[in-house]
């Protein structure tokens, strides 16, 4: 069955950096885009951009911009999400969504997320 | 803070029905699809396309959207509907995707 797995919780110092990643299984890979999507404790869902897995291409948050990264590792089936410059506001689960549409694109499956916190 | 304006929170007694809306200038040009999210677990996709089921939702979830208001509505309610609510929607303009600020269901 379709599947995205994630990496484990972390718990980094203010101003470290955290890596996620997030295995798809179950599909091919390339087929379809890779959303990453936040949730501070007690807040909504907060949407920090997505990956094309075949171009590479990438959108980003605007709120995010400078110190995410997303990439796409087609040989392991693997997205990662790079957040830098971590502060303590960034404590929160990260999730991975796949996302179809064309257009008006949606998100169909998602990982059971990735808790990080940042705490000095 | 969210372009997408949603009730914080909604009460059904079991068996009524519930309506969630999600509001923004002419929403009823984009597609709206909602989530619902219960306490611990990920999101789960519940309709896409405004209107559309994924296979092993219930026939009683199903959404609307015209004009200015997209609306969720889930009929025949049970506590296990209990959950916080997300609508979403794509940005033409800048290619992100947009989510409300999630409502609470609550079931009396």
């Known amino acids: 069955q379709v599947q995205l797995v994630q990496s484990g919780a972390e718990v980094k110092k203010p101003g470290a950096s955290v890596k996620v990643s997030c295995k798809a299984s179950?599909?091919?890979?390339?087929?379809?885009?890779i959303n990453w999507v936040r949730q501070a404790p007690g807040q909504g869902l907060e949407w920090m951009g997505w990956?094309?897995?075949?171009?590479?291409?990438?959108v980003y948050a605007q709120k995010f911009q400078g110190r995410v990264t997303i990439t796409g590792n087609t040989s392991t089936s693997t997205a990662y999400m790079e957040l830098s410059s971590l502060r303590s506001d960034d404590t929160a689960v990260y999730y991975c969504?796949?996302?179809?549409?064309?257009?008006?694109?949606?998100?169909?499956?998602w990982g059971k997320g990735t808790t990080v916190t940042v705490s000095s | 803070s969210y372009v997408l304006t949603q009730p914080p929170s909604v009460s059904v007694a079991p068996g009524k029905t519930a309506r969630i809306t999600c509001g923004e200038n002419?929403?009823?040009?984009?597609?709206v699809h909602w989530y619902q999210q219960k306490p611990g677990q990920a999101p789960v996709l519940v309709i896409y396309?405004?209107?559309e089921r994924p296979s092993g939702i219930p026939e009683r979830f199903s959404g609307s959207n015209s004009g200015n208001t997209a609306t969720l509505t889930i009929s025949r309610v049970e506590a296990g509907d209990e959950a916080d609510y997300y609508c979403?929607?794509?940005?033409?303009?800048?290619?992100?995707?947009?989510f409300g600020a999630g409502t609470k269901l609550t079931v009396l």
């Open positions: 969504a796949r996302e179809r549409g064309n257009y008006h694109y949606y998100m169909d499956v």
């Open positions: 179950g599909y091919t890979f390339t087929s379809y885009d």
């Open positions: 990956v094309n897995p075949n171009s590479g291409s990438t």
């Open positions: 002419n929403i009823g040009i984009k597609s």
């Open positions: 396309y405004d209107n």
């Open positions: 979403q929607v794509w940005d033409s303009s800048s290619d992100h995707r947009l």
